[in-house]
Every structure is written in structure tokens, then in C-alpha cells.
């Protein structure tokens, strides 16, 4: 099996094909071996999800995604604006979709969720010492606010009724560390 010592791909070139809430952007760029090669993805300012514990349970979001064409449950998540911090941005989704403000709220990891086509970085936090009070999604979104025993949560990953990478890696996260 060949092995190389440089994994690196150089930009050659690019344009930006549609700028909005993703930008699509296609590159040109020079391969390991001397070659070109075109490089299509989406250009993202990245996003945050938070995990809201309360004891043994955790708060899911419902609604739904019409790319999957699915209700699904999900930890609360969005883009972050370019004048945010992935805190802030953890902090507003949080209270946005659950209407929950924390006393206490840890970035625990971070994964990219689509490395083959998207820039995107997911920063994931842990929110606790929770507080209830009114939800403000954006106009767009219908949320069902979901409090759901972790061993539940655990047995709907099992069975496929939680499908979304983001929350199945912070329940498993916390699972491993609780």
C-alpha cells in the first residue's frame, strides 16, 4: 500500500457559484501528485448544538426537516452569525428553541459533520442548572419541546427514532461520561 507524506491539497483558484445561507464555492486546486482537480462545497460559518440536561433527562426538539422529509428529534442547534461566538450562539439557540436559559454551559467537543463537501464546524456544549421560559424560534420553525429520559433517548437511538448525527453523538457522549 503507497503511503504519502503529504496529504495536502493547494488551492489554486475559486469562485463562489451562490452566495446565501450556505455560499457554494467550487475550487481548483493542485493533488498530491502534480495533477488538478475541482473541488465543489459549501462555504459555512459554522454552528453550535446543545445538549440540556435536568437530572435524568435531557430536553430534544422536535420539528420537521423537510430535506429528510422526517419529524425529527433533535438537541437544539443552529448557524452561528458572523458576530458571534460558538457560545453566544449556544446561549441564543438554547433559549430560541427550548425557551431554556443555563446557569452552567461547557463546550464539550467538536466534529464536522460533512468533511467531504462542507467547511462546517459543530461546536457541542452541555448546558445544566436549567431554567424555563418562553421559546422564540424563528418564523420559519414549529418546535415541540420534548423532555425525554436519557434511557429513553438511549433506546430511540437503538431503534432509529433519533437519526440526527449531532444529538446521537452528544447522547452518547454523555452516556460515556455520566
Known amino acids: 500500500m503507497k503511503h504519502y507524506s503529504k496529504l495536502k491539497e493547494t488551492r489554486i483558484s475559486g469562485q463562489t457559484l451562490y452566495k446565501g445561507i450556505l455560499n457554494v464555492k467550487l475550487d481548483e486546486v ?13 462555504d459555512h460559518l459554522g454552528a453550535s448544538g446543545v445538549l440540556p440536561v435536568e437530572g435524568d433527562f435531557v430536553y430534544l426538539v422536535q420539528q420537521y426537516r423537510y430535506p429528510v422529509g422526517k419529524i425529527t428529534l433533535e438537541i437544539p442547534a443552529g448557524k452561528r452569525e458572523k458576530t458571534q461566538t460558538y457560545l453566544s450562539c449556544a446561549r441564543a439557540e ?5 425557551g431554556l436559559t443555563a446557569r452552567k454551559i461547557k463546550e464539550v467537543l467538536v466534529f464536522n459533520p460533512s468533511n467531504a463537501f462542507s467547511n462546517e464546524e459543530l461546536h457541542l456544549f452541555v448546558a445544566t442548572g436549567l431554567t424555563r421560559g418562553k ?3 424563528d418564523e420559519d ?3 415541540n419541546l420534548k423532555r425525554i429520559k436519557f434511557e429513553t433517548a ?6 432509529g427514532q433519533i437519526r440526527d448525527a449531532k444529538t446521537i453523538i452528544m447522547l452518547q457522549w454523555w452516556k460515556l461520561h455520566h
Not at 94 to 98: F, G, I
Open 141 to 143: 420553525e414549529f418546535i
Open 30 to 42: 493542485k493533488l498530491v501528485n502534480g495533477h488538478r482537480a475541482s473541488r465543489l462545497y459549501f
Open 135 to 137: 421559546d422564540a424560534p
Open 154 to 159: 438511549y433506546k430511540m437511538v437503538e431503534k
Open 94 to 98: 438554547l433559549k430560541q428553541e427550548a
